[in-house]
């Protein structure tokens, strides 16, 4: 389920040069953020938990979810490029998991990463914070690519509608309301960090079981219903 050509051509599509100015732009702030606040407030560990859950996971790493998971594919179904690829003996399922695994790779690289780094900056790890929120970064990485992978196969205006979900929904609707919590990505990842956080600094509204069984179902269910539609999408001559 894995073809080098797709990956190779899905690598360089997202880190073509808007792109990755995109990518590198967000964990940048990040860092500087960290840097300037461990500068003037010194290794706090509510501090940390609360740059590392309000900037990085509720907003950091669904943005660069919606620039890997939607340019994974996106882009080639706007301009007519897939049909070049649809062409060729490659199964369709194969093409949708390639390039999920390519876009888990780059969200991860450019949010878990960083996220770990900004957790050492501000506190060093203590309490375990920097490792817990980059393990549920990386978590994360792998819902909001098939998610917006998906949403990339179904819309032309699928980075509209991912910011629109990442900004309203991760960010705000998912911070705010109790009951949409339970259904926030951000929330499951929560919950993982929370598992590996010492104390109580990281806490999260969904147990680790829901969350581990909704992250896999979200994934799986996003992952097969683009294979779906994207086998379903009629090349020209085609009956």
Not at 51 to 77: D, N, R, Y
Not at 79 to 103: E, F, H, M, N, Q
Not at 137 to 148: D, H, P, T
Not at 191 to 214: C, E, F, M, R, W
Request: net charge positive; proline share 3%; aromatic share 6%.
């Amino acid at each position: 389920m894995f073809h080098p050509t797709v990956a190779r051509l899905t690598y360089r599509a997202l880190l073509g040069r808007r792109r990755a100015l995109l990518l590198f732009a967000l964990p940048m702030l990040l860092l500087i953020i960290s840097v300037a606040v461990r500068a003037l407030t010194g290794a706090d560990d509510s501090t940390a938990n609360d740059i590392l859950q309000g900037f990085a996971l509720s907003a950091m790493v669904p943005l660069v979810g919606v620039i890997a998971g939607t340019g994974a594919i996106g882009p080639e179904i706007d301009d007519g490029a897939i049909v070049y690829l649809l062409a060729k003996p490659i199964r369709r399922s194969t093409i949708v998991s390639t390039k999920l695994i390519v876009a888990i790779g780059v969200v991860a690289a450019f949010s878990a990463i960083p996220t770990l780094l900004a957790g050492f900056i501000l506190n060093g790890n203590g309490q375990n914070v920097a490792v817990a929120f980059g393990v549920a970064a990386a978590v994360a990485s792998v819902a909001y690519a098939a998610i917006f992978l998906m949403l990339g196969v179904l819309t032309r205006h699928a980075v509209i509608v991912g910011l629109v979900y990442a900004l309203v929904w991760e960010s705000v609707i998912g911070n705010v309301v109790p009951g949409a919590r339970t259904l926030s990505v951000q929330q499951w990842s929560l919950a993982v960090a929370q598992k590996l956080g010492h104390g109580n600094i990281v806490s999260s509204d969904v147990g680790l079981p829901t969350a581990i069984v909704l992250l896999a179902v979200v994934t799986v269910g996003t992952t097969w219903f683009a294979g779906h539609k994207l086998r379903t999408l009629k090349l020209a001559g085609e009956e």
